[in-house]
């Protein structure tokens, strides 16, 4: 089938054209140019040129047939998997990297296409336990390697079909065995990106329901034993979420990434870039739909004048930029402070500023994907009929901002968090 933007055009030629990527990065662009150090900005423009072209180049209409796990190998090759870090130990070096150059990378590709932006963010994921816990071996660096060069998506396997939220008291199990190996039984579920990933992290314990004893492995999915089925997610459906059966899985000893008593550790150690991840994302999708409000109130017009005139779209557009600005200034110096201590402290933040780092990061989690979910619907709602039709992105951002709060830890999780920390802080008075 032919690839088609849209089923019926809705939207007039002129508004339509103005909508293009170009000028949404433009808006975003004149908006952050006085927060951002030159350094900063001109990187921000180089993911967003390297986007645009790919669009262009590869007629790209981001419509219902467009397999997104297609670009994987190319955004891998400019290095805009992850800017998380830098991979020295598998000689890939980069200018910028960090969470603030994560931030703008996930800023600008997100607004090319969401749905993309949030499966490279769960291969991110895969991503980190491995940088973190390579000690060096072979095996482990070929995997990190193949990750972030676009070789292959990746996924974490936290979730389990009874345990979601209660993520420390897991059902699947594994064994160790004599040549220091291991044998996995269980089940996981909602896994972003499984299905398509040759590479997965995944956490089992030696005893049902004791978190104490969890540890963490890497899994190549050729492995006999891995069983996967796509679990469908009607909000993002170009995104592959897997329902996994690990049936007498063996994991040699060299993936093994935190043996028995570590995996809840590193379970933990992977929460603050997680959900800071996840609240840039949404801050990202609210840049998305604000662009678009924003460009198109200023030239749809009834009553013979543009919509933005009227107080009743213009004065909720400005309520709406105002909070998605102000989020994006607090994300930015969070991250700015995080960079900041990992290179005072050279690459590992002590236990009890990471401990407080926690809290921001479900903070923010909370806070930008709550906005998200009411930005991206009320862009939508201020841009009338064009907000609905699937002649812009509009829908991608209005349907991906409602599963955000889950992911990540749900809402409640994250307000349960912050209500612990709360007490941690009176006791500190
Ligand atoms: C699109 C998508 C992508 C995902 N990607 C991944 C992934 O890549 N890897 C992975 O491992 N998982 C992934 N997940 C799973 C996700 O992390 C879980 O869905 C989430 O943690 C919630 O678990 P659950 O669905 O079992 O809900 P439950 O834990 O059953 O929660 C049901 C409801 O009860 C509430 N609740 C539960 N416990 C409490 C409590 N103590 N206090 C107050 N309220 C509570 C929850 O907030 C929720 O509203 C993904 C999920 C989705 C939808």
Redesign the pocket.
Known sequence: MKNTKFMNQAINDEILAKLSLKNRYSFLNNNLMPILSPEQFNYLKGVQKFCMRFEKKNNITHGPDEDVYDWIPAFGEQGYITRAHNFDMIDINYDNYGAVADFLRYLAIDMFDTQFA?GSG?TV?AINPIYDHHEGVPERLEALKDLITGKSPG?????E?E?????VHQLSVCEEQDDGSFILNGE???????PKSKWVVAYATAEKNNGNLMAQFLINTEWDGWQCERVY?P??PK?Y?GHEKLVNLRVPKEYILGGVGKGREHLFEGLIPERIGIACGAISQCWGAVSHAAIYANMRKQFDQEVLKFQGVGFLLADLWAKTTNLTIGLLKFAETYDDKMEKFGGEIPRNISRAMVASASQFKYHCTNLSKEVCYEAANLMGGAGLCDNTLMHDYMNISR?QE????????Q??IMSMALRQLFKML
């Open positions: 949030m769960a994921l996924a974490i396997l936290i979730t079909p345990r979601g939220s209660d993520a996981k579920i909602y896994n972003t990106n499984a997610i909000w993002v995104l979420l599963i889950i992911l990540g830890g749900s809402r409640q999780i307000q349960y």
